[in-house]
């Protein structure tokens, strides 16, 4: 069966197969009146046809006819009828694939986003033959398939998603490809332009280029690999592969002379160049100017051609031929829509030409000549009738032009639609064109079938099962409650047939295809294999037919329309929405009928049903979830039975929490059991959060059941009960307690009998009788148990009452009023304690040092107390009697021994002879040797600190933390004894420790005494300490080098070193004088006045202010600044050394004006060198270089003069005595100081001549600061270029400035190796440049007339640069050439003069000509048949005038010929020479297109030779 997989049965899922004799009842047309949901109007027809594609191909007869004719202008597309495959808009056959649920087919998809589907029945054609052939021959859509995004493996198996080397927080992923491309794209533009510029040159190459190219693509694809941008990044393996190709492609490119790329794709490059070029230089004004003179637009250039226009053809026209529906399609109607279409619409297709919605149309091929009429025959299938219908206005009918044959004259291949609006049987009779020709129709054609098209739709049943709530809303969906288990579903099997059923109508056998959805799962179920039905009653009349009509209504009847219902049942045991959806159905021709208004999207995606009403082609049934309701978790967890209890601690009501399910509100209803009745109530919810039943009655309280807004559920079964909980109660009794030796009772034993929950809690007041106005103390005993006993014995004697007034238990923590009193007599015992409430006790004591131990009595006296000293497992007993107060205090000591004593109180006995023993009544001592020892632990030298610090004297301790040291400063007449208190360190665990003293100023400190609790000892050999103060540095200048300022006073002048000048080495320095400790590390500031300062040497003018750090180890010298001229003054401004390493300010003073301050304050001057140049003056005195000079200008790029000659005035082309007339016209040179020198001056010039060595001048006794410079007449005696500079000048101090290094004095030519001269002056005499035509170019001609394509070439003699002016139809336009031939293409015609050329490096160094004009001639052009293609059809024997029109100069000489129709045979040719008119007509007969393939005038000819 089609498209159903093995294994998959229908009706899965709940749904009953197809054919079951107990789901599936048939409904024919008489018991289909039950009203139906959904619009009127049934879907629209959809028409698909994948099966046409599988099948071969095979021409028709019209093909066969003309496929050797030749004359098939339009190619027809494989497998098409004529070259054309129509589209129609009613339904085509196909094989309808259906696909098991695990699939989704196009069709599944829906029609909003399937290929195949297409317009409605009633839509015309719109789109073209070649479409439509390829519409039929796709094959079916594939299943989809639904599959996770890949990923990449990767070695070992992993999975390594791709992740960019830059983080997306800095550049997002989009943004790094759009970079990346853009990186590319500019590369790759620069690479064609340059491969483009270099192929200019047939033959050059460039390896700079190929080494260029290669690192720059090798980066390229390096930083595609290593970036790894998502979507662009490569593997290693593909990096390497994409930099051999580039290598490759780099080498054909710019390498080799013969290349691959060099026939292959440099030519397609050079076309794109030259398409771009060309349109630039379109753009009138801007575009000659951007464009210029390019080499590549004038060897790529081509004439025009329009010069030869228009080609006759004449052709002999065959027979028309027709066929209707070539690809043997059958077609269908819906009805429904027929009938909705108001009854003017058939008589206005027929007058306006076009279909109503509802009319199905038949193409009818025709190729030939225009129809005039056509006439077919229509077979009704109720009757069997053959009616012959002819059609007149053909041009009211739709029509497609297919092809259209040009050699055939009005000859097209058309496609005619036929509309129709009734089933039968149609064929074409005859078609005729206007002269009354009858067209050949195709030979046993098999008619047109023409059905009604399937329809279906879903319709609730009318007798559906009213149980379980099921409801039909008023949009047409329906609800119902969801069955609970299989007993409940087998009584619905016995009264329910189900709920929805599937009416279909169409051609039978029908296939369907329903779509279930529930909560989102998707099911497909086929139903197919519906066979014709005989169930139809037969007419009435059939006994007044004779043999012939039955027999034809019976050939005919198997395509009549048949009508059946089917009914779908399912079981509704899972809640949720249950969707169905008839998707598609398909009868026994193939029409397929896609449900309109649901596509691949929507419900049967996987998403929630659409809003809004049902329709005919899907139905919704929700299915409600019974509701359920239950005591919370919480509730059940809890201890259970609850208790309710009157204390306000307590809860007097519960509100029992519940968990419902299903839609609100909620009704459940419960019963509450007490044992002696039982009384059912019901609650109301609106909520299901915080849903409670309020229980303040105990009982039982049991859920019966629940319902929600849609249905009834079940309750939990479980039972919460509410019990009373009774109050507390206490039995309270008690027993004396008796001690005989004291006098009778000492206490009593109460004992409590407790009901209710423990635990307990008993509250009652102690009073003792003795005291009647004393408040009683409230006490409180708590305990787990019912039974608990307790002993009161206090400490004071007395009659006590004891007040039980409160019991307390889990159900009443408020407590309840209990009323029970004892009262006791109590003989109190005696007690003694020691005495903490005057002061602390000490703990510790010294060697023969006594102590006293305070103890506090109770009881009668007088009193007898006993105690224990224990030192070293030794206990010494004590008795002390008589003691009549009750403070006492017990004397300790002396001690002897050092250690711990403990002291314990044993026993006390009161003055009646009552004795108590005593417990853990004791106090421990410790008694210590000796007292604290302490010394210095300073240096043998004693402690040395720097100038304003404070010291600290180390001292070592020993003993009880803290320690009070007392000392003194040895010598001190004020007797002043300081005190330090040494406290333990953190985490210190010895006795002994290392701390400090503080010494208050320089000098010998002395130990005194030291104690903690004990006096301390001195160490008599540690007992002193020195402290000592380091001296400060110096540093200054030493003056025995210097020497004073001549200008300043002798008292009062700046020590000065020597002079020197600049640029020289300096010879001597400042020697530095210092104290302390080394290394030294000295801050200096140097002040700086330039030589133009006029304020030289006052501190508030300087030019430069810096300071600067030297280190020094031992005695050292100070560098002094170098190379600026100017005064530098040195000015020392702070040292430190290794004690001080806080910087010491110095005293700035230029003389020691204090045996220990010396000189801080230097100067140094150093002079300015002589500094020149050269300058270049005409001879009236006029500067030829008004450049100003810098210092340091002299080592740049030489300044160039340039001189022009005509050609024929240089020494090479003339003799001497030509030369001197013109030296005198050379430039004047002189050599100039600057005024900070000082005269007489000295300079060495050196000169290079032109040709051989340089010479080295040397000017002496130049008194003044500028002087002319003479040069030898053999330096400058020919055509080239010299040069002069200066190598050294020298003043009268001595000082000399170097502008060029001896090494190269001398090495300046370029034939030493050197590519230009630095600094000086350039003198270069220029012959003036000179251009002649090409001897093998057309500029060459004498008459000087050429052609529109010609290339003007000159060949230009000079310098290799040049500057080239002409004139082109009296624009004016300059170019730069830098190759030897100038050329120029002629593309207009006009005059053109060649006007100037000059030097490009010096561009008045020109000549001019007056004998390089041209005049530009046109091409001739030839018009046939008036530069038109014509193409004419004739009959046989029939002659036509063809007529030639030439333009241009006479004589004309043209060549003609007649081809075949094909082009591809020459049939015949004839040359014309000599014509002196401008016409010319040839007479033809004959079949073939006449063209011209050569034209010449007086001057030009095109194609050129």
């Not at 060099?262 to 000659?288: E, H, N, Q, Y």
């Not at 002193?1024 to 200008?1047: G, I, M, Q, Y």
Request: aromatic residues 8%; hydrophobic residues 35%.
């Amino acid at each position: 069966m089609n498209g159903r997989q093995a294994g998959a049965p229908v009706g899965s899922q709940g749904l009953t197969p197809v054919g079951s004799p107990n789901r599936i009842k048939r409904r024919t047309a008489p018991g289909l009146g039950s009203p139906r949901f959904g619009s009127p109007q049934f879907p629209r027809t959809d028409a698909q046809n994948p099966e046409s594609s599988a099948e071969p191909t095979r021409s028709t007869f019209a093909e066969r006819i003309y496929q050797s004719t030749g004359r098939l202008r339009a190619h027809p597309e494989p497998g098409s009828s004529f070259g054309l495959v129509s589209q129609t808009p009613i339904a085509q056959n196909n094989n309808f694939n259906m696909h098991s649920p695990g699939q989704l087919s196009q069709l599944d998809l829906g029609a909003g986003s399937s290929a195949d589907v297409l317009a409605s029945t009633g839509s015309p054609a719109k789109s073209g033959a070649a479409s439509a052939a390829a519409a039929l021959r796709r094959a079916p859509p594939p299943p989809v398939t639904m599959s996770a995004p890949a990923v990449k493996p990767v070695k070992g198996g992993a999975v390594q998603a791709s992740t960019s080397a830059i983080p997306a927080t800095v550049i997002d992923l989009p943004s790094q490809r759009m970079y990346a491309l853009a990186v590319l794209g500019l590369l790759v533009a620069w690479k064609l332009y340059d491969a483009i510029s270099l192929s200019v040159d047939v033959g050059r190459t460039s390896f700079y280029l190929f080494v260029k190219w290669c690192l720059l693509d090798s980066a390229m694809w390096y930083g595609a690999w290593f970036l790894r941008i998502p979507r662009l990044s490569i593997l290693s393996h593909t990096m390497y592969a994409l930099i051999a190709l580039s290598v490759f492609i780099n080498l054909n490119l710019f390498y080799l002379t013969m290349s691959v790329l060099t026939l292959a794709v440099k030519p397609v490059a050079v076309s794109l160049a030259t398409g771009w070029l060309r349109s630039v230089k379109s753009i009138p004004w801007l575009g000659p100017r951007l464009v210029g003179d390019s080499d590549l637009l004038i060897d790529s250039f081509e004439l025009d051609e329009a010069h030869i226009l228009g080609r006759h053809t004449i052709h002999i026209l065959p027979h028309s031929l027709t066929h209707m529906n070539p690809q043997g399609r059958s077609f269908c109607i819906d009805e429904a829509q027929l009938r909705a279409e108001p009854w003017y619409q058939k008589y206005a297709s027929g007058l306006f030409g076009h279909s109503g919605q509802s009319q199905t149309l038949i193409p009818i091929l025709i190729n030939g000549t225009h129809p005039d009429s056509i006439s077919y025959a229509y077979t009704s299938f109720e009757t069997g009738q053959r009616q012959l219908r002819t059609i007149k206005n053909t041009g009211a009918l739709q029509m497609e032009t297919n092809a259209v044959y040009p050699t055939l004259g009005n000859w097209v291949m058309a496609t005619y639609y036929l509309p129709v609006s009734e089933v039968g049987a149609y064929e074409i009779f005859s078609v005729k064109d206007r002269k009354g020709l009858e067209f050949r129709t195709a030979t046993q054609a098999p008619p047109t079938i023409v059905v009604t098209c399937p329809q279906a739709q879903l319709q609730w049943l009318d007798n559906a099962h009213t149980g379980d709530n099921f409801v039909v809303g008023s949009d047409g969906h329906a609800s119902i409650c969801q069955r609970i288990d299989q007993d409940h579903m087998a009584e619905s099997r016995s009264t329910d047939d189900g709920l929805l059923q599937v009416v279909v109508e169409g051609y039978e056998p029908i296939e369907m295809t329903v779509v279930r959805l529930v909560n989102g799962h998707r099911e497909v179920i086929s139903l197919d294999g519906i066979q014709p039905q005989s169930m139809e009653a037969q007419p009435t009349h059939i006994e007044t037919l004779n043999a012939t009509q039955i027999a034809a209504i019976e050939k005919w009847s198997r395509f009549k329309t048949r009508k059946s219902a089917y009914t779908l049942s399912d079981t509704f045991l899972r809640p949720g929405e249950y969707v169905y959806k008839l998707e598609s159905i398909r009868d026994a021709a193939n029409h397929s009928v896609v449900m309109s208004g649901l596509g691949g999207k929507g419900i049967f995606d996987g998403n929630k049903a659409a809003e809004g009403k049902a329709t005919s082609y899907m139905a919704r049934i929700q299915v409600h979830r019974r509701p359920s309701a239950g005591w919370a978790d919480a509730l059940l967890n809890a201890e259970l039975p609850l208790r309710l209890s009157d204390d306000r601690a307590r809860k007097s009501d519960y509100a029992l929490p519940l968990t419902l399910s299903g839609t609100g509100p909620w009704t459940v209803n419960y019963i509450i059991d007490n044992g002696d009745e039982v009384t059912q109530e019901s609650k109301t919810f609106s909520k299901a959060t915080d849903s409670t039943i309020d229980a303040w009655r105990p009982g039982t309280y049991h859920l019966l059941d629940v319902d929600d807004k849609f249905c009834g559920g079940q309750a939990s079964r479980a039972n919460i009960t509410l019990v009373q909980a009774p109050k507390p109660a206490a039995n309270v009794s008690s027993t004396p307690i008796t001690a005989h030796e004291c006098g009778g009772e000492i206490g009593a034993l109460v004992e409590l009998e407790l009901t209710g929950r423990p635990p307990f809690a008993v509250h009652y007041r102690e009073r003792n009788l003795r005291f009647p106005n004393s408040r009683p103390i409230t006490r409180i005993v708590r305990t787990q148990q019912r039974r608990h006993s307790f002993k009161v014995m206090p400490d004071m004697a007395g009659t006590y009452e004891l007040e039980f007034f409160r019991l307390e238990d889990d159900n009443y923590p408020s407590g309840q009023p209990m009323s029970a009193t004892i009262e006791q007599a109590i003989h109190a015992q005696p007690s003694a304690k020691i005495d903490t409430l005057n002061g602390r006790i000490s703990s510790r004591a010294c060697m023969g040092e006594e102590l006293e131990l305070p103890v506090r009595l109770k009881g009668q006296g007088p009193w007898e107390l006993v105690y224990n000293i224990v030192y070293e497992n030794r206990r010494t007993s004590k008795t002390v009697s008589g003691i009549t107060d009750e403070s006492y205090t017990i004397a300790l000591g002396a001690f002897d021994n050092a250690g711990e004593y403990t002291i314990e109180l044993a026993q006390v006995k009161d003055g009646n002879q009552c004795a108590r023993d005593l417990i853990d009544v004791s106090t421990v001592v410790t008694v210590r040797e000796g007292g604290p020892r302490v010394g210095f632990q300073c240096p043998d030298n004693g402690i040395h600190v720097l100038d304003g610090e404070q010291a600290q004297m180390p001292i070592n301790v020993a003993g009880e933390f803290p320690v009070e040291v007392q000392y003194h400063k040895v010598g001190d007449t004020s007797d002043h004894v300081h005190t330090a208190t040494i406290r333990r360190k953190p985490q210190q665990q010895s006795s002994s420790q290392l701390a400090s003293v503080i010494a208050y100023g320089p000098g010998e400190y002395e130990l005194l005494a030291a104690s903690d609790i004990c006096a301390g000892t001195i160490d008599a050999q540690r007992a002193r300490c020195s402290v000592h103060v380091e001296a400060k540095p110096s540093a200054w200048f030493v003056t025995d080098s210097l020497r004073r300022d001549s200008n300043d006073a002798h008292d009062t002048g700046i020590w000065r070193l020597h002079e020197s000048c600049e640029g020289a080495a300096l010879q001597s320095a400042f020697e530095l004088g210092l104290s302390g400790s080394g290394p030294w590390k000295i801050d200096y500031r140097v002040d700086y006045w330039a030589t133009g300062n006029a304020r030289s040497g006052v501190p508030s003018f300087t030019d430069r202010t810096i300071t600067h750090s030297l280190v020094v180890l031992q005695t050292s010298t100070l560098k002094p600044e170098c190379c600026e001229p100017g005064l530098y003054r040195y000015t020392l401004l702070s040292v430190r050394d290794e004690r001080y390493q806080k910087p010491q300010m110095l005293l700035a003073a230029h003389e020691a004006v204090a045996a220990e301050a010396g000189v801080t304050v230097v100067e140094h001057l150093i002079t300015k060198s002589p500094l020149a140049e050269l300058r270049a003056y005409s001879p009236d005195g006029t500067p030829l270089d008004t450049s100003s000079s810098s210092r340091g200008s002299f080592r740049r790029q030489p300044r160039s003069i340039k001189h022009c000659l005509a050609p024929g005035q240089s020494k090479s082309d003339g003799d001497a005595q030509t030369w001197a007339k013109l030296h005198k016209y050379l430039p004047v040179f002189r050599i100039e100081f600057e005024p900070s020198g000082k005269a007489p001056f000295q300079a060495w010039v050196e000169v290079f001549p032109a040709s051989g060595p340089s010479e080295v001048v040397h000017l002496e006794d130049i008194a003044g600061y500028s002087q002319p410079i003479t040069l030898p007449d053999h330096v400058a005696s020919q055509i080239g270029r010299y040069h002069m500079r200066l190598v050294r000048t020298r003043d009268a101090r001595g000082c000399e400035h170097q502008f060029v290094d001896p090494s190269e004095v001398g090495l300046g030519r370029a034939d030493h190796g050197s590519a230009a001269i630095a600094g000086g002056i350039e003198i270069e005499y220029i012959e003036a440049p000179n251009a002649r035509p090409a001897s093998a170019s057309p500029a060459a001609n004498p008459s000087r007339n050429v052609c529109v394509g010609d290339v003007l070439a000159f060949e230009l003699r000079g310098l290799n640069s040049w500057n080239v002016d002409y004139s082109y139809n009296s624009a004016r336009r300059s170019t730069s050439v830098t190759k030897r031939l100038f050329r120029r293409i002629a593309d207009v015609p006009g005059n053109f003069t060649l006007e100037r050329v000059c030097h490009r490096a010096a561009n008045e160094c020109c000549s001019e000509f007056d004998d390089l004009s041209y005049a530009v001639h046109d091409i001739p052009r030839v018009l046939v048949s008036g530069g038109k293609d014509v193409y004419q059809d004739i009959l046989e024997g029939d002659m036509v005038d063809i007529r030639l029109d030439l333009v241009g100069a006479p004589p004309f000489t043209f060549t003609w010929q007649r081809r075949s129709i094909d082009g591809a045979k020459v049939l015949e040719s004839h040359t014309v020479k000599d014509l002196d008119v401008f016409s010319y007509t040839i007479s033809a007969a004959s079949e073939g297109t006449f063209e011209v393939t050569f034209v010449q005038d007086r001057y030009c000819q095109y194609p050129k030779a």
